[in-house]
């Protein structure tokens, strides 16, 4: 059944696509490659709120890709500095300095990628904290990717940042 605000699969609903994504505090549904990167980047140190599963397979797009080119430029580089006869004669250093740059590229991507995983679990209604699973050797890994496979769940909004008071609601007391 399709309505105005996404199409319902069984108890939960998909939202609709939503805007550019200049509004930071809602997961972006339905980004692209560009949005969800460059949200990846703005919101490296947000734990709170939520990211869609576009916003987050995109970003873990974007590091595979990076791993991709280091790996491809470590093996390139090994290749030149292999031996025959154009070779340099110090390619430890060229290497050296590859790595360094790798170690900074991984050290700058860390943090953010907790969160993005933090945000995913929100916006697919699990505490964040449920990440930690990922150190359990093989099952935490499986139980991670299938959270980060779920579709989003409305209930999830509980941990946007205008929530406020995260599943807590105020006690004010009544007139009598």
């Given amino acids: 059944m399709s309505t105005s605000s996404g199409t319902h699969y069984g108890q939960y609903s998909t939202p609709a696509v939503t805007g550019a994504g200049d509004d930071l505090s809602q997961p972006l549904y339905g980004a692209s490659f560009g949005a969800a990167v460059s949200r990846f980047w703005k919101k490296s140190t947000t734990f709170s709120g939520r990211a869609s599963r576009s916003e987050f397979w995109w970003a873990q797009a974007m590091l595979a890709l990076m791993i991709f080119a280091f ?19 110090s ?17 700058a991507t860390v943090l953010p990628s907790w969160a993005i995983y ?30 980060a496979l779920l579709p989003s769940n409305p209930r999830g909004a509980r941990f946007d940042e205008q929530a406020g008071t995260v599943g807590l609601t105020p006690y004010v007391p009544q007139q009598q």
Wanted: net charge neutral; glycine share 10%.
């Fill in 71 to 89: 790996f491809s430029i470590v093996v390139a580089l090994s290749i030149v500095f292999s031996g025959g006869e154009g070779a340099s004669s």
């Fill in 91 to 107: 390619p430890s250093l060229v290497l050296v300095v590859v790595y360094l740059v790798a170690a900074v590229a991984f050290l």
């Fill in 118 to 147: 933090w945000r995913r679990f929100h916006d697919a209604n699990f505490t964040g904290a449920l990440y930690l699973a990922s150190l359990i050797p093989v099952i935490g890994g499986i139980v991670v990717l299938i959270i």
